[in-house]
């Protein structure tokens, strides 16, 4: 068993950054792709980013395109951690933003391929 704790959420202006952390507990996670998705209220839940390990400590990084060039996943093996910093923020990056861990090889980008999930962190970008 995987736990994930987000922390770092929080109130920001528009154009402002935030640093989202994932502590995960129980097992290491440097097997594990890790994900990061958000869900606005009334809206289903959506990927936002995710990150793969290699055993050669190369990592993929994969964004949604409403994100890209916006926001960097990283990880940190020895940490047991994920975060996701979010730069030039906007309005509607608006929601609760959920870490996610896969246990099988592959690039998951749905919500149903994870395995493992956080409580959320809300962020709100005001205009």
Known sequence: QVQLVES?????????????????????IASYTMGWFRQAPGKEREFVSRITSSGRSVYYAYYADSVRGRFTISRDNALNMAYLQMNSLKPEDT??????ADSDLGTPTKASEYDYWGQGTQVTVSS
Do not use: I
Request: aromatic share 8%.
């Open 8 to 28: 770092g959420g929080g109130l920001v202006q528009a154009g402002g950054s935030l640093r989202l952390s994932c502590t995960a507990s129980g097992r290491s």
């Open 95 to 100: 929601a609760v933003y959920y870490c996610a």
